[in-house]
């Protein structure tokens, strides 16, 4: 029951803090860090999509939260994945993912030829969406602490589930759907992964795959309006002024 109401609570926060000065941010400049990561965040909690995600998400882990024990004890007496698919998934949903991503950024980038602007917006991008997704998954964590199903603390929501699918909502960003499915099928793997191994209920890696999908898609957006190229035409003494802002 106190995990739902936190739950709840998250959520009347999350949208009407940053649903509130929405028009107040359409205004700001979105050259500035502060501003992306404040856009990103509107943009998590806004979007129509995101809405759906993050409601839909919230509603399975309240489902979910009914089944965490007798799921948790299956996993105990039958395993839900291999040994080695197991350590994959929590090293994937460490350390490896986001590292994999920066190193397909930096790899893709220079056989395409782009410049160093655009590797590090593309760097800047994916840095933003993990580091706020951290900050999200934490606070959540601290808030609800709860106990983790191997007695550990800070079990809602699952980091590793979070950040994974963070790192999926940016890849299908970057590099589409098939590269995005892929990213998708790895975080799912984290995310299984984690309940295998008995640090997380299924509520807890449920909800984080919504927070970190939302948080990911949310700074998309951000860096999909970021790149967009702006016209503009002044008048001059000697005629037009062609301005290109991108």
């Known amino acids: 029951m106190i995990l739902k109401w936190y739950i709840l609570i998250f959520i009347t926060c999350f949208s009407a803090i940053l649903g509130k000065n929405l028009s107040k941010l359409e205004q700001k400049s979105t050259n500035k860090i502060p501003d992306k ?12 999509m995101n809405q759906f995600i ?14 965490d024990q ?15 698919l197991a350590r994959a998934g929590d090293l ?6 986001h590292w994999i991503l920066w190193t397909t950024i930096v790899t893709h980038s220079k056989l395409k030829g782009e410049s160093k602007k655009e590797v590090w ?3 800047e991008f994916s840095a933003l969406a993990l580091l706020s997704n951290a900050f999200a998954t934490y606070l959540l964590k601290f808030g609800v602490s709860r ?32 590269a995005g499915t892929v990213a998708y099928l790895m975080a799912t793997l984290s995310a299984v992964s984690r309940i295998h191994d008995n640090k997380h209920y299924v509520s807890d890696v449920v ?12 700074f998309s957006i951000q860096y ?12 001059t003494n000697n005629g037009i002024s062609l301005h290109l802002i991108f």
């Open 207 to 218: 909800f984080g795959a919504g927070l970190g999908t939302v948080i990911g898609k949310g």
């Open 54 to 67: 993050f409601t839909t998400s919230v509603l399975a882990a309240i489902g979910g939260y009914q089944y």
């Open 121 to 123: 917006a593309k760097l």
């Open 147 to 178: 106990e983790r199903p191997n007695n550990g603390a800070l079990s809602f929501p699952s980091g590793h589930t979070s950040h994974s699918f963070t790192i999926a909502a940016v890849t299908n960003e970057l590099y589409g759907w098939k």
């Open 37 to 48: 990561v404040i856009n990103g965040f509107k943009y998590s909690a806004t979007d129509r």
């Open 70 to 84: 007798k799921v948790k004890e299956y996993s105990e007496r039958e395993g839900l994945l291999s040994g080695e």
């Open 92 to 97: 994937y949903g460490g350390a490896l993912g």
């Open 224 to 235: 999909h309006k970021n790149k967009e190229t702006h016209v503009y035409l002044f008048p």
